[in-house]
């Protein structure tokens, strides 16, 4: 996700560079309008002609964020399923992320946690949550055509290991404890072979 | 959890029945000494005698809840592994929470949100994730022993259940999904079935 925000090229994408780079120094509770306004080079009043306050911001962000998550998944190649839904894991839950991305990734369970109040961000996540599902579902579904996995139920198949993956990277940013990740990435790989792969399930 | 705060018998465990409903009440956010006071029977005072800050009292409330629970593992009788396993998932992750389980589970996710900003959290969190899993680590362990399960890594295969059951919890309370609790429930069944069990897994 770093790399999203490198080269902007439209007073929106700066706005949206300056909420990352906020929201990375600060975190959710202590990013407000005027320290995205420190970070971004242009005119703070265009911000506040913009937005109504932080959460407006922030709900806005969270649906860039989205669309570039959308175009990205699109992007990656459809190759061997297998092969897919470990590039897929790897996308949703990088192995070895920088500090930028883990202070990230805590800026955005902090803005998560906050859904139960702000129906603006719940609407935020259930997309994700849905593109995300339908990615894994999609991928299952093309490994299950194509023999290399066996039948199972793709929709609850997909639930299950994105909760996985979730919980993973939700347990790693709260307690900084990134080593559970290669742990948990290797027992994914496991329940991959034992109960997705057609030639070792069915042997 | 809801049992827990039914009956108490002193002003310590009084103030932790007044925080677990201003916390089921107000959210995280929302939660201050002064509604926790609203809550309280006795004096105010007595709250303000204890306790700094809102902070000060809710690491204490998660040490007690923690204390709650570690008894309450412990009492989960040590039955045949598969059974215990079950037993385990349903009390880190009922499968029909009401609403005053699921106001719960949704402060507590607040504060999980905070740790990185509050060390005194994290300890907290900290002590109940390694609580959990050396709880689900020892089952796998007795399974293995008994050759009810194969032989895996108990304490991998600990970790990678926690985390799911973890991230589908976090997942239906952020989003107000309930219906994916079942569908995770039984998918980590089929996992337990596939991956676990010795007279399925070596046939």
Chains 1, 2 share one sequence.
Not at 67 to 84: C, G, K, V, W, Y
Request: aromatic share 10%; with cysteine.
């Amino acid at each position: 996700m770093t790399g999203w925000f490198e080269t902007t090229d439209s007073t929106d994408e700066e706005i949206m560079a300056a909420t990352y780079r906020a929201l990375c120094a600060h975190g959710y509770a202590g990013t407000t309008i005027s320290r995205i306004g420190e970070e971004f080079e242009k005119s703070q009043s265009l911000l506040y002609y913009h937005y109504d306050d932080k959460d407006d911001l922030l709900a806005d962000f969270l649906a860039y964020l989205l669309d570039r998550l959308e175009a990205d998944l699109q992007d990656t190649e459809m190759t061997e399923p297998r092969q897919r839904l470990t590039a897929l894991f790897e996308k949703l839950a990088p192995s070895d992320p920088d500090e930028a991305q883990r202070q990230f990734f805590q800026a955005l369970l902090e803005m998560r946690a906050q859904t139960p109040h702000n129906p603006a961000y719940r609407d935020q996540f259930e997309r994700s949550d849905a593109l995300i599902v339908a990615e894994l579902t999609e991928t299952i579904e093309a490994g299950i055509e194509q023999g290399t996995f066996v039948e199972v139920d793709a929709d609850r198949t997909a639930a299950f290991l994105y909760s996985t993956l979730y919980g993973t990277l939700d347990r790693c940013v709260t307690l900084g404890e990134w080593e559970l990740f290669d742990q948990t990435r290797r027992e994914l790989d496991r329940y991959v072979e034992t109960t997705l792969l057609a030639d070792v399930a069915e042997d």
